[in-house]
């Protein structure tokens, strides 16, 4: 084989697979509040992207999320991270969203601060204080031990659970009413586990150097 046109397909190979961990991260469009939904619509409680991540050797889940306008420019908003642990039910399927599956979750105000609620199998709080979730501009970005977030059923990993992101209005009364966004919008997303994409890089190098040092030995001993 040329060596330029296995170079080509070697990168070629590492870029498409590298697109394919990009799109782990949700992408949501702009202004699509809910029907009925009648609460703020600064822009912060409309999420444009969001992504978790897990890492096992830390046991860290990482959360960040974008939004359309600054954080904080709606007073009583707060955001609600949902996640399936293995027993997560429709609990929205009432509102025509069945496959937003949850049994726990996580939610960040504007200072930071926020809980974890744990619904099953004990229903149970664990609360954290101001500045353990960063906040920038129209950006959120936390990280949260994973022992806050146990399996809830036997045999599923953290590696397994799935996620949804629904910002809410508190100015509004309690219920299905203060949601203002899903992402993704009808059903959950896989966390996406780290730190995968570098391990595959290593590999990935050390291959390519491989062969490419095979191919170019194979070169040289044709002149």
């Known amino acids: ?125 664990t609360s954290f204080g101001k500045g353990t979730a960063v906040i920038q501009g129209n950006q959120l970005v936390a990280d949260l031990a994973g022992d806050l977030l146990p399996s809830s059923a036997d045999g599923v990993a953290k590696t397994a659970y799935t996620w949804n992101l629904w910002p809410r209005d508190g100015a509004l009364p309690a219920g299905f009413g203060q949601i203002s966004d899903f992402a993704p919008d009808t059903n959950n997303a896989a966390v996406q586990v780290v730190p995968l994409p570098a391990a595959f890089w290593l590999f990935g190098t050390m291959v390519g150097f491989a062969f490419f040092n095979g191919t170019q030995r194979m070169g040289c001993g044709r002149h």
């Open 1 to 125: 084989m040329n060596l330029s046109i296995a170079k080509h397909l070697f990168i070629a190979v590492i870029l498409g697979w590298s697109l394919q961990v990009g799109a782990s991260t949700v992408s949501d469009p702009a202004a699509d509040y809910l029907a009925g939904y009648s609460g703020s619509m600064a822009g912060d409680l409309d999420v444009i992207s969001a992504l978790v991540t897990y890492n096992p050797a830390t046991d860290i889940f990482h959360f960040e999320s974008t939004f359309a306008g600054s954080i904080g420019g709606s007073p009583s908003g707060f955001y609600i991270w949902g996640f399936d642990r293995g027993a997560g039910t429709g609990r929205f399927e009432a509102d025509g969203l069945p496959n937003v599956l949850f049994d726990a979750v996580v939610r960040f105000n504007f200072d930071g601060s926020g809980a974890v609620n744990l619904l099953v199998p004990t229903a149970s709080s």
